[in-house]
């Protein structure tokens, strides 16, 4: 009989998860004993009567490296140790079904489980392997703030969709002599801001490691108008804050979502410079989730893959609690102990942020 391996994606989707499923695949059906599952939605599908657990060969996987999203679902909510319950009096509770999605595994001749997923679902990759479970993790995340790792897939189209749409703010800002404001994602880590301000000639960016102050924003801009130019573009990551103030944004109240939004970044800028005396007209835009969508780009689609490769192969070597990691040029396995606790923010004083001042991008220090 085969040995089962079953992938779950978990999380906010990101472009590259059907390459990394495509190569794990791909790599898996060359040992010939290997058959490989699919969890739809998460682990929702492997807890849910019946069970919805798609069979992934070859066939199923061919060409899907070019597409976004993930073929087998994800979600951001619940989960087996916090699956959303609701009570009598209509009141939801999180209950924990990690014992029994453990022993449901066993039930179906599942020899390993591979979760593709952000931080959220490698804490939960890790506890699922402290209670026994043999478990791999892969990271995922448009955000690339992952210690572990050098990039996380879906980093570098992020990165290339806020690039686009920054080149063709520009172009509207001077038709209109504007103040054109663009919100990112990267929840508390600058990376998506500040790579695409660099790409996209940005005069300001925004991000939630240096905290900002509306008036070093208006010098920037007054004295750029002193050079004639009465237009600007401005970067500001989700996560940015004003250095007294604190993020924008609300608690979750979907069920089972535990994250805090981040929204009203760029709505919150516009008004502080409304306030601080900014007599051009102010439009902001927000990029969303358009971000997470569509194609990968080549680097998605290599770096995935090699992911996918590569956890097959610690799966077939056994290397249960370690998440695979990209130290340039290798791919390698760490522990996903110490993955889950280490995030990698903007260092103040990196090659970027030196390279962003080196072409006076402001950043409203
Ligand atoms: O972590 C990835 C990310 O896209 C963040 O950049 C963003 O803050 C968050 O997820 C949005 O999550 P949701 O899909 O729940 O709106």
Redesign the pocket.
């Known amino acids: 009989m085969k040995k089962r391996v079953l992938l779950a994606t978990g999380g906010?989707d990101c472009p590259g998860l059907n390459a990394v499923i495509r190569g794990f695949v791909k790599r898996a059906h060359q040992e010939r004993e290997w058959e490989v599952l699919g969890s739809i939605q998460s682990f929702n599908g492997l807890l849910e009567e019946p069970t919805n657990i798609r069979v992934l060969d070859p066939k199923t996987v061919s060409g899907i490296h070019v597409r976004g999203g993930t073929i087998i679902g994800t979600t951001?909510k619940g989960g087996p140790f916090a699956w959303p319950v609701r009570g009598v009096d209509g009141t939801w509770e999180a209950v924990d079904r990690s014992d029994e999605m453990i022993r449901k595994c066993r039930l179906m001749g599942i020899d390993a489980v591979v979760n593709i997923g952000?931080d959220g679902s490698q804490r939960i990759s890790q506890k699922l392997f402290e209670k026994g479970l043999p478990v791999i993790g892969v990271p995922k995340?448009?955000?690339n703030d992952l210690e572990a790792t050098d990039y996380t897939f879906g980093f570098h189209t992020a990165v290339q969709i806020a690039t686009d749409a920054l080149d063709k703010l520009v172009t509207t800002a001077e038709s209109h002599n504007r103040i054109l404001i663009m919100e990112v994602?990267?929840?508390d880590a600058g990376w998506i801001a500040l790579n695409a301000s660099i790409a996209g000639g940005a005069e300001v960016c925004l991000i939630p490691e240096i905290p900002y102050s509306t008036k070093s924003i208006m010098n920037c801009l007054e004295e750029r108008f002193q050079r004639g130019k009465y237009f600007a573009v401005i970067v500001i990551s989700?996560g940015a804050k004003p250095v007294d103030g604190a993020v924008s944004g609300f608690a979750g109240n979907e069920v089972g979502?535990e994250?805090f939004?981040?929204v009203g970044a760029a709505a919150r800028l516009s008004a502080e410079l409304k306030a601080a005396g900014l007599e051009l007209d102010i439009r902001e835009t927000v990029l969303g989730?358009v971000q997470?969508g569509g194609t990968p780009v080549a680097y998605d689609r290599i770096l995935a893959a090699q992911f996918g490769v590569k956890a097959f192969e610690m799966v077939r070597n056994g290397e249960w609690g370690y998440m695979v990691a990209y130290r340039h040029p290798h791919m390698v396995a760490v522990p996903l102990s110490e993955a889950i606790n280490r995030m990698k923010f903007v260092d103040g004083d990196c090659n970027l942020i030196r390279t962003a001042r080196g072409i006076n991008i402001c950043l409203g220090d």
Do not use: A, F, K, S
Request: glycine residues 18%; hydrophobic residues 20%.
């Open positions: 906010g951001n952000g995340t448009i955000d994602m990267g929840r989700e979502y994250n939004r981040l989730h997470r």
